[in-house]
Structures are given as C-alpha cells and as structure tokens.
C-alpha cells in the first residue's frame, strides 16, 4: 500500500532481506567489527533538555544483546551514545557498567569511551589529565577495552603538538591494557578543530603516529573518524606492526574493509547500529575470501549512511534511533536530549525509504505503520 512520504509516493517493501538464521554470537574471523550504539530514552520520564539523561537501561541493554548476538563487538559510551549531546559523564560511567557487566554475562566484546566530559568549564592541562584518569579508570574496573576519545578540554586548552604528546604519553603509561586510539574529526564536533595540535591536517597526522610510535605496546588500534578514505589508507601504511586500523569512515567503510594488497581496516563505527544484522553478515562472507560478495552486500547501504551523516554530521544519532525504533528495538522515538528533534522530517523520511529498500526492518509492516504515525504527528498524512 503507497504511503505518501514528503519526496513522494512509495511502495514498502513487504519483506526483509533474507540473511539466513542468526549466528548466535559466533565470532567474525577475518576482521574485528565494532558497533557504536545508541542509547534508549525513557520517554515517561520528566526530563528536560539541560538535565541528566532518563535512559531505558532494559531497552538500551537488549539492544547491545541484539548486536552481540551476530557476532559483532559493541563500542560503548561514544558519541553515538549522545556523549556530550545528551549523556553527561555520570550517565556515561553508569552506562559503561550496566553494559560491561552485561558483556561479561553473555560474552560480547566491548570497548569504552574514555574522555574528559565532566569537566565543564576552562581547565588546565592537570585537570584534564585527571578527568581522562578518573574515566579510564571507571573502564578499565568494569573490565572493558578503553577507547581514549578526542577531548573538547583538551582542544580548548592545549597550546601545540607538545601538550598533545605528553597527555597521552602520561595517559599511555598508566593504562593497564592496550586501548584504541580515537581520532574524531570537527565535522563530528566542531569543538574538536585542530585537534593534535594543528588545523593542518598532515602536521596533525604526524603528531597522531608519534603519539602511537612511542608507545606501540599501549595501543591495540586507532579509529579514525575524519570521513577521508586517502588520509586513513595513508596512515594506516604507516603504523606499527600489531596496530591496528579501526574504520570510523561512514562514508567509504566498504572498501576501507575489504581493503588493499597492502591491508585493509577493521571496523569500529556508526552506521554499523543500523546496519549490524547486515554488516555481520557481509563481513561473515569476507571470511569466506569472497570480497566481491561482501561488497555487494554493502557497498548498497553507502548510500543510506551518507544520508544520515549529512552536514551536520553529528546529529546523524537523530537517523540512527529513528531507524532502532522503526525496526522494532525499541517502543518509540524519543531521545535523551530532545535530539529527536534534530533532523526535518523529509530527512527522516528518506532515511526509512532507503532503509526499507535495503530490506533492514525485520517486520516491514510495523515500520510502514510506525512511519505513519511519525507523519501524522508532524501533519503530514495525505
């Protein structure tokens, strides 16, 4: 039955696409996948915009079994989590425990976002190095992989490429496991412009491998978010031996994957919310050596993901949770935060046609009859 979205008349799918049975959790052999994942609202809770984060800790938990279940490692508490755009560091830290403990209970990998949020005004370089500590402490008790994130404290406070080098290298030193290492590009947050020291992407690239060439035994990969394919190939050629490229590119991430005669990235990234039945499944058939087959899988859902992380790319958490909710996960689409809010609705509208498209809703029907309800609350039933 045509349902009358903002771009014009479309046709729902009337079924999913066919994967094949669930895995039940086995492993991805030929890279290490990560997803970032949302996090669920209470929508009954009386929060307003300014204040703590009212999660559905039973609906946000269940979605983390649903991305273990197909074999894929959760990264937990970054920005797809609403880190600093909903979710203050004491929902962060209660979040990194409710979910760690959950891994540990089911077996599901996961990594955790460290980073400098409950400092909220103008610091020194000593407080932000104590803000990192008391995080990454907090992940590493709750038995998690840290992921030391891109610190806006830092970015404000840092005067050069030293105070960049001698904050890792301090936080390096102390961390008791090999972490990742989290390069998030401005136009993720805008508060993180120059980071490394320099608004000159080469001279901060340079700064970044030196950050990992002193210390290559402290860091197990790095994520590189910048949305630039040829800067990631480039530097992932020039890492150590046993550091790892984590993809954080939701614009090239199929062929970032698959990769080159002279190596490919692993995965840590966004799109892999929406995408991670799929994705699981794709990377399943790379492990088969079949890479013409897993770039038939995905190399169709570029196209959803560029959509999502459109200018302005950090509201791209508006599409993910639109399409948690329309795909059953989850009872509705509220966010912590309001950011609900941050997407028009022709954009949330294309998001669900090139979703159904794919073939992403388990239940088709219900998200046909969910995306009813959202036009007709904005007054767009025709």
Excluded at 16 to 30: I, K, Q, V
């Amino acid at each position: 039955m045509t349902i009358h979205l903002p771009q014009g008349p479309y046709e729902p799918r009337t079924t999913p696409l066919d994967l094949g049975p669930a895995p039940d959790g086995a492993a991805l052999a030929s890279r290490t996948v990560f997803s970032a994942a949302h996090v669920v609202a209470d929508p009954y809770a009386d929060a307003g915009p300014d204040g703590p984060a009212a999660v559905d800790w039973d609906a946000t938990l269940a979605f983390r079994r649903h991305l273990w279940s197909h074999g894929l490692g959760v990264a937990e508490a970054m920005d797809t989590a609403q880190r600093g755009m909903g979710l203050d560091w004491a929902g962060a830290a209660e979040l990194i425990r409710r979910s760690a403990a959950e891994a540990k209970a089911v077996g599901g990998r996961i990594a955790c976002g460290v980073g400098t949020d409950q400092l909220t005004g103008p610091a020194t370089l000593a407080e932000v190095r104590a803000a990192y500590e008391e995080q990454l402490a907090v992940v590493e008790e709750s038995g998690a992989q840290a992921i030391l994130m891109a610190s806006r404290a830092l970015a404000a406070t840092a005067t050069g490429p030293e105070d960049y080098l001698e904050t890792y290298a301090h936080l390096l030193r102390q961390a008791a496991e090999p972490v990742v290492l989290h390069w998030l590009g401005p136009m993720f947050d805008p508060a993180l412009d120059g980071y490394w020291g320099s608004a000159d992407l080469d001279a901060a690239t340079d700064t970044f491998l030196k950050v990992i060439a002193e210390h290559p035994d402290k860091v197990d990969g790095i994520k590189m978010s910048l949305l630039d394919a040829g800067r990631e190939i480039d530097v992932r050629r020039r890492l150590p031996g046993g550091v790892r490229c984590y993809t954080g590119d939701d614009f090239h991430y199929p062929e970032l994957i698959a990769g080159d005669e002279r190596g490919f990235s692993h995965a840590l990234l966004g799109i892999f919310d929406p995408l991670g039945t799929l994705a699981a499944h794709a990377v399943r058939v790379l492990d088969t050596g079949d890479t013409e087959g897993f770039r038939a899988l995905l190399d169709p859902t570029v196209e959803l993901s560029r959509h999502l992380f459109q200018t302005p790319t950090r509201y791209y958490k508006t599409g993910v949770v639109l399409l948690a909710w329309l795909a059953g996960h989850q009872d509705h689409f509220t966010m912590v935060g309001g950011l609900q809010s941050a997407r028009s609705l022709p954009h949330l509208a294309k998001a669900y046609e090139l979703a159904d498209r794919l073939g992403l809703f388990p239940d088709p029907e219900l998200a046909e009859s969910r995306m009813r309800a959202l036009l007709a609350v904005h007054g767009g039933t025709r």
